[in-house]
């Protein structure tokens, strides 16, 4: 039992390119999430999933895309990198409803130049 | 989570009591988490309190709520070098959103 993998751990791009971030939970949990995690930030919630074929917007959208065919996996898309999308990107999985607990991969560490 | 608010910094000596603050806007939350973040890793989940609670006690770990300030505290006994970390305050609602605070970083000075 894995838990929550995020591929890869570290990225650099140049500004304009685009990339895939992986993520995939073996918890059979229907709650995926993206967030970034930028200094004096917090976590901001990027996109959500609500379960296979449900996607939603969180509080910075832009810039991004997602999708979620399967219950597993919810890869995170950068369509153009810019440099205001360095950061570091986080996915986490939940049983969904309320008082469920969020389990977070390691971490992708982004940085575009 | 520009609604909920932390300080960016504390700092204790081993053996005190650390007390991490955080500040809500939204009354609809049911449920205010506290996650750790060591360096290099993910969060993992510390202790919660659902909203109709005012203290949950969990070994080293105390959880004050006061709903009518919306303000969240959590109290750690005896802090360690290990327990340096960011801790981030987060709340829940009748969605499966989590939305954090800024997060805390605890420092623990020997």
């Known amino acids: 039992n894995a838990g929550v993998t995020q591929t890869p751990k570290f990225q650099v791009l140049k500004t304009g390119q685009s990339m895939t971030l992986q993520c995939a939970q073996d918890?059979?949990?229907?709650?995926m999430s993206w967030y970034r995690q930028d200094p004096g930030m917090g976590l901001r919630l990027i996109h959500y999933?609500?379960?296979?074929?449900?996607?939603d917007q969180g509080e910075v959208p832009n810039g991004y895309n997602v999708s979620r065919s399967t219950t597993e996996d919810f890869p995170l898309r950068l369509l153009s990198a810019a440099p205001s999308q360095t950061s570091v990107y986080f996915c986490?999985?939940?049983?969904?409803?309320?008082?469920?607990?969020?389990?977070f991969g390691q971490g992708t560490r982004l940085t575009v130049v | 989570g520009e609604d909920v608010e932390q300080s960016l910094f504390l700092s204790v000596r081993e053996g005190d009591s650390s007390v991490i603050n955080c500040t809500y806007t939204?009354?609809?939350?049911?449920?205010l988490y506290w996650y750790k973040q060591e360096p290099g890793a993910g969060l993992q989940l510390l202790t919660y309190?659902?909203?109709?609670?005012d203290m949950k006690q969990d070994q080293r770990l105390t959880v004050l709520l006061n709903k009518k300030d919306k303000h969240l505290s959590l109290r750690i006994a005896d802090t360690q070098t290990g327990d340096s970390a960011i801790y981030f305050c987060?709340?829940?609602?009748?969605?499966?959103?989590?939305?954090f605070g800024t997060g805390t970083r605890l420092q623990v000075f020997p």
């Open positions: 999933s609500v379960g296979a074929g449900i996607t």
């Open positions: 309190i659902f909203s109709n609670m």
């Open positions: 918890m059979n949990h229907e709650y």
């Open positions: 939204d009354s609809s939350s049911t449920y």
């Open positions: 987060a709340r829940g609602g009748d969605t499966d959103k989590l939305i």
């Open positions: 986490a999985s939940s049983r969904g409803g309320m008082n469920t607990e969020a389990f």
